[in-house]
């Protein structure tokens, strides 16, 4: 997946050298989500805090249960309550506190200013309805146009999104299409209101690898047309390198670090991104020339915490290669160790 | 689209033959003589000329292998025989009783569908609440009340003891009743139907995708939800319809509604064997079709099941 031109992060250098321009767009602050009962809950979100500047790509890396996904899902307002609580928090966009927006001007919102992709394309588009009402929807419900001129927008989105024949599409059914298509559409369809910010919950975990590549350029395009600020959930750290300027590493519901993509890939400082880079297998580490094993892959000892249980130090404490007894006691907060790069660990004082 | 129509069709036709050959050799499962069954006490008073000629009417003086044959010659030309008592022709008989029950088990479905449907899908909406379990408690209660007992109990509170509708008759008056009776019976069938095809689809990741379009409630429930919930829905319903046009057999002789299934209870009782096989032909008949006219709106629901 190495590709030597990386569009989104060409565009936002180009932010990044001209100051004026950044503008924080979204900003998630000690952010706590719990399932369950006010009285018997696990904490599936604790204390995260991240903020998402305009045209820049922030990544969500953690591996399944790490809290991302449902990250997400609280900034559409779309965890479903009950099970789901926000204890704490808030998340400031635009000027408003989103978790305390009346269920109709969060309705605005979705969809309109933030857009959201999912996992699985086979199963987010609904089967009985065509390709083109399912485009067209969204800005009948937001942008008050006519379904003529939603069906004409939908058709220039699918052009957008490089699907052939698109007229032809939007009279067809999401079974008659790929699931690269239909990922296509997905893409389409978030961006067709023009939303300030595109959340991608895993969006080619469910695709084959080269389709993979597709999505991601097209990705990258997009974003360079329409400047569109994207969170990038995934658990790949290859995808990251190919689509994230930022990347904030999430471990048992907290965020354990957070730096530009090419500062964490170089200098990690948590021991879990430290044991995550170093598990991402190269062939030329792992095999000699004549094809026979030179060692084995590299694994972090361990597994994670259970979500039942209530952790007082740090929560990789267990696993850690360095732990000491302060670990195992005390929480680490989120820190600046190094200019725009933060951790929540201890080790960087000792 | 049209092959799948014709080869529908085409299946039918060949259901129907089938039911037609078992409704012919129905006249072997009566023990003894036939004719002799059918004259029952009566058989000393029938002349021995009038006996002959009922078993060439129902095709007792030829071989088996040809009973089948005469008997479909026979219903093609529109000729299910003729009654023994009385000596009508079976088909204009079962022909005009056939308005009254369809009247009745259309007006049931109506019933059933406006009950069963709505509280089904709130239901649904409202799963593990306080409404839901009252609702599948009645459902659960409209399933196990027998429909002889519900139209009885209707009948002496409405009929005997508010006197609001009449115990009896063809007027409209007297077809809320049964109607009632069948519609609600069937209504639990259908709530609990939807409640589940329901509660699974509001799983659904096309439904968050719906919301995070930020479309408002209304549209994601009722364009979202409810359509690809339709053919589990609607399936049902037709099968509760079938349910119903049996079932009015109890539900007429409740009721006294002078349709085909008191025509039919009456047939068994007076052993009228032509008249039961006609009865039988044109229930095949009904569920046959009806069967045909669901694939069709299963095709108008589902694309996946229209483009196979």
Redesign the interface.
């Known amino acids: 997946m190495g590709k030597p031109e990386k569009k989104g992060r060409a565009l936002t250098t180009v932010v990044a050298s001209n100051p004026t321009n950044i503008e924080t767009l979204l900003r998630v602050e000690n952010l706590d989500i719990l399932f369950g009962t006010a009285k018997q809950h696990v904490v599936a979100v604790d204390g995260v805090s991240f903020k998402i500047n305009t045209g820049e790509t922030l990544a969500i890396v953690g591996e399944s249960g790490c809290g991302k996904t449902v990250t997400s899902l609280s900034i ?1 307002g ?1 965890i479903p309550c009950p099970p789901g609580i926000i204890d704490n928090g808030s998340i400031q966009f635009n000027g408003k506190d989103l978790l305390h927006l009346k269920m109709e001007e969060m ?6 200013d933030i ?2 992709i ?1 996992q ?1 394309p086979m ?7 065509t390709v083109g009402l399912q485009m067209s ?2 800005m009948m ?2 942008k008050g146009i006519s379904r003529k001129e939603a069906r004409k927008r939908a058709i220039e989105m699918l052009k957008l999104v490089q699907i052939p024949e698109p007229e032809k599409r939007m009279e067809q ?1 999401p ?2 299409l790929s699931g690269g298509m239909r990922q296509r559409v ?1 893409i389409g ?1 978030a961006l067709s209101c023009e939303p300030k910010i595109l959340i991608a919950d895993e969006p080619t975990t469910a695709l084959d690898v080269t389709v993979q590549a597709q999505i991601l350029d097209l990705m990258n395009d997009i974003k360079a047309k329409l400047d569109t600020s994207i969170l990038f959930i995934t658990h790949d750290l290859g995808v990251v390198a190919e689509i994230a300027d930022r990347v904030l590493v999430m471990y048992a519901g907290r965020t354990i670090e957070e730096a530009l993509v090419t500062e964490l890939y170089e200098n990690p400082i948590h021991p879990y991104t430290e044991g995550l880079l170093r598990a991402i297998p190269r062939l030329d580490q792992y095999l000699s020339a004549d094809n026979s094993v030179k060692e084995a892959l590299k694994q972090m000892p361990g597994i994670v915490p259970s979500i039942y249980k209530k952790i007082e130090g740090c929560s990789f404490a267990p696993r850690c290669p360095y732990a000491r007894k302060q670990c195992g006691q005390e929480r680490p907060v989120m820190k600046e160790v190094v200019p725009g790069h933060r951790a929540a660990c201890w080790k960087p004082e000792w | 689209m049209l092959t799948y129509f014709i080869r529908r069709v085409f299946t039918a036709i060949l259901t129907l033959i089938i039911a037609a050959f078992a409704v012919s050799m129905l006249i072997y499962l009566v023990p003894g003589d036939p004719v002799d069954a059918m004259m029952g006490d009566s058989s000393s008073f029938v002349s021995p000329e009038r006996v002959e000629e009922i078993r060439s009417q129902l095709g007792l003086d030829k071989p088996v292998y040809l009973q089948f044959p005469f008997f479909m010659a026979n219903v093609l030309r529109g000729d299910m025989g003729r009654t023994i008592f009385g000596n009508e022709p079976v088909l204009p008989l079962l022909l005009s009783k056939l308005p009254n029950t369809l009247i009745l088990a259309f007006a049931g479905l109506a019933v059933a569908i406006l009950i069963g449907v709505p509280l089904g899908y709130i239901a649904a909406y409202q799963k593990g609440k306080f409404l839901d379990s009252i609702l599948m408690l009645g459902a659960t209660l409209g399933i196990s009340m027998p429909v002889f007992w519900l139209g009885l109990m209707l009948l002496v509170l409405f009929s005997m003891m508010l006197g609001i509708f009449p115990v009896a008759g063809s007027g409209f008056g007297s077809l809320v009743l049964p109607a009632f009776t069948s519609g609600v019976i069937a209504a639990a069938t259908i709530a609990r139907m939807a409640r589940s095809t329901m509660v699974e689809i509001l799983q ?3 439904i ?9 409630e209304r ?1 994601v429930l009722m ?2 939800a409810v ?2 919930s339709l053919v589990g829905v609607v399936g049902m319903i037709a099968h509760m319809f079938t349910w119903m046009l049996g079932g009015q057999i109890i539900i007429e002789n409740v009721f006294a509604w002078d349709g085909l299934g008191q025509l039919a209870v009456s047939a068994l009782l007076n052993r009228e064997y032509n008249l039961i096989q006609g009865y039988i032909l044109i229930y095949s008949t009904m569920v046959v079709t009806i069967s045909v006219v669901l694939d069709l709106i299963y095709a108008g ?4 099941i229209r ?1 196979e």
């Open positions: 559409m779309l309705r605005k919102v979705r969809g309109n857009a959201m999912f699985e199963t987010s588009l609904n089967p009985v309805l929807e969204a419900a937001h059914y079974h008659q997905m369809t | 659904e990741d096309y968050r995708s719906a919301r995070a379009k930020g479309l408002s549209i364009r979202h359509k690809p629901l589902d694309p996946r483009y």
